[in-house]
């Protein structure tokens, strides 16, 4: 019983993964890629940019980017400024 | 009369830059970039709200791309690695668009730039592509070292930014005017239309300008007024002012030909 519950558990941890998105924690289940994640926060079709790891993920590279577990993604858009 | 202004090879007829920041609401900011006539805007890069007003009207909608020349900036970026990361950011964002304005910031109290990360950061954003228009200290050394590094325009702060206090030291703009072949523009100071004139009599190519117009009474009016300013000291400058007299007055009417006086000339 309790093997299996330990089974499930880590069959299940292996199947999320742990991303912070714009300082948020987010659970999420692989496999995941850019263009994905930007559909699961309701955000396809805005104007944004992205930033993964440190580095940007071009538009045209959304759809081929795997998100990993522990990736630190930035998602931004223009807002008004000086 | 063709007087344009020319950065990084671009010509725009207006010289006076106008922030987005600080409007009630995207409306208001439409009609005073429209009432200023400038044709480049400031932006600011931030996080988008994720799973908040999925219908909320974005900036770029207010002031299309297509219209109004982008200038995004790195502003409450406190090194060079948050700057250059930012504008990359921006790049991404604006569909490769590399026409950049570069401000690190020294301490959120004065919002004085910080030299060294701006410099560091410069020479990367240079590296990359970018063409980086500068806020930076009014100090004609580093304004020439900013030159040196291939930025497209220095814009030293005339008093800091959101002060409103005006063109405090005439002296250092015009010595970064004189230090630099680029183009010099007033970022941060300027708190109403006499300052924006002062800035473009010193012989300054633009003024950057925006918590001087958002924070006005009626902003759309100011932005007009600011539009009127800018070129009234631009042509006040190409002109050529009259020099300055010190302790004696010159009638402006002919002494010649004068009636005969009543009484016996004044001593």
Request: hydrophobic letters at 45%.
């Amino acid at each position: 019983m309790n093997y299996t519950r330990g089974l499930s558990a880590s069959v299940s941890f292996l199947l999320m993964i742990q991303v912070i998105v714009n300082g948020a924690t987010h659970r999420l289940e692989r496999p995941l890629d850019v263009a994905a994640l930007v559909a699961r926060l309701e955000l396809s079709g805005k104007r944004i940019a992205v930033e993964r790891n440190g580095e940007i993920v071009p538009k045209s590279a959304h759809r081929t980017t795997q998100v990993a577990d522990g990736d630190r993604l930035e998602i931004v858009v223009a807002v008004g400024g000086g | 009369m063709s007087d344009k202004f020319v950065v990084a090879g671009k010509a725009f007829s207006s010289r006076l830059l106008i922030g987005t920041g600080k409007y009630k609401d995207f409306a208001q900011t439409r009609a005073a970039v429209e009432a200023s006539g400038a044709e480049i805007v400031t932006v600011a890069i931030r996080r988008t709200n994720i799973g908040q007003n999925a219908n909320e009207p974005s900036l770029l909608e207010a002031l299309p791309p297509s219209k109004f020349t982008y200038l995004p900036n790195t502003a409450g970026c406190y090194n060079a690695e948050d700057a250059v990361r930012t504008l990359r950011l921006a790049r991404e964002l604006l569909d490769g668009h590399d026409l950049v304005k570069l401000e690190v910031l020294g301490d959120p109290q004065t919002l004085y730039p910080n030299m060294p990360e701006t410099l560091k950061a410069a020479e990367q954003l240079v590296k990359d592509g970018f063409k980086v228009m500068v806020y930076c200290s009014d100090d004609p050394i580093q304004a020439r070292m900013l030159q040196d590094l291939g930025c497209v325009a220095i814009m030293p702060l005339a008093s800091l930014i959101g002060s409103g206090m005006g063109i405090l030291n005439p002296w250092n703009v015009q010595l970064v005017i004189g230090a630099v072949d680029l183009p010099v523009i007033v970022d941060a100071g300027v708190g109403t239309a006499s300052d924006a004139a002062i800035a473009m009599e010193l012989g300054c190519d633009g003024v950057l300008m925006n918590t001087a117009v958002a924070a006005a009474r009626d902003p759309v009016m100011m932005a007009r007024a600011m539009k009127k300013a800018v070129e009234a000291g631009r042509e006040a400058f190409l002109a050529g002012r009259m020099p300055k007299k010190l302790y004696s007055a010159a009638p402006s009417s002919p002494n010649e030909g004068k009636i005969a006086p009543s009484r016996s000339k004044a001593a």
